[in-house]
């Protein structure tokens, strides 16, 4: 294994099928344009563990947490069948500055990942876990933050990041839909630098052998858990 790539954790793990908890900054798979340094998650995990793997979805190279992978190609195919028809469920943790609704609530805005191509259907549910008001931010415009947990229906383009969005309340440290110069300036108050504070919290799926209901969560973000204690050890 390259010196550079640091094992990765894993969460899960059977004949059938492996979970690891996917750092910040790497690639679920090879980029088509791919550039020297790329540390891509696939690669590594088989190196580790010697052994192909198969990825079943993806996660943005900024955000962590729970990415799974099938051991072998029936495995594979059904898991790829369960998510085309929406029966794996996705749990997200998303860290926004300023309060949100203390309300459940659900956003149905349709996403076009390029501008040559439809609008699709979209939906997520939010509900809000927690507020905090670091001292680092007493002088700011908004002085809170606030932990969203996002549950992602569909999966378009930057789904939860979007949706974020259009209530205006962009994902701290989310360079594209926040902005570079106030993920900076935010980054450097909360002391989490580049980070973006989006975890793939969990994953709730059928198993593809033993058809049993299998949940796998990952341990908290250390930045989110380091911003929301009470949460550390969710």
Request: with cysteine; proline share 7%.
């Amino acid at each position: 294994m390259n010196s550079t790539n640091k094992p990765l954790t894993i969460l899960y793990r059977d004949e059938w099928l492996v979970a690891v908890d996917k750092p910040a900054g790497q690639l679920v798979h090879p980029a088509n344009h791919p550039k020297e340094g790329d540390l891509v998650t696939m690669k590594i995990l088989r190196d580790q563990i010697d052994h192909r793997v198969y990825n079943i979805h993806r996660i943005d190279r900024p955000t962590t947490g729970v990415l799974l992978f099938a051991l072998c190609r029936d495995a594979a195919k059904a898991l790829h069948r369960d998510l085309r028809h929406h029966k794996i469920s996705k749990t997200y943790w998303a860290v926004c500055q300023g309060t949100v609704s203390d309300q459940p609530w659900e956003c149905y805005q349709g996403i076009q990942k390029e501008d040559n191509e439809p609008i699709r259907d979209a939906h997520t549910s939010f509900h809000c876990l927690a507020s905090a008001y670091p001292p680092c931010l007493a002088d700011e415009n908004s002085s809170c933050i606030s932990l969203v947990e996002a549950k992602p229906h569909t999966g378009r383009y930057h789904q939860i990041r979007r949706h974020m969005l259009h209530i205006n309340k962009p994902i701290v440290g989310d360079f594209r839909y926040a902005g570079i110069e106030t993920s900076q300036h935010l980054g450097q108050l909360l002391g989490t630098g580049s980070r973006m504070l989006l975890q793939s919290k969990s994953l709730t799926l059928r198993h593809p052998v033993s058809d049993k209901q299998l949940t796998i969560t990952s341990p908290p973000d250390p930045f989110i858990a380091k911003l929301f204690p009470e949460y550390s050890n969710h």
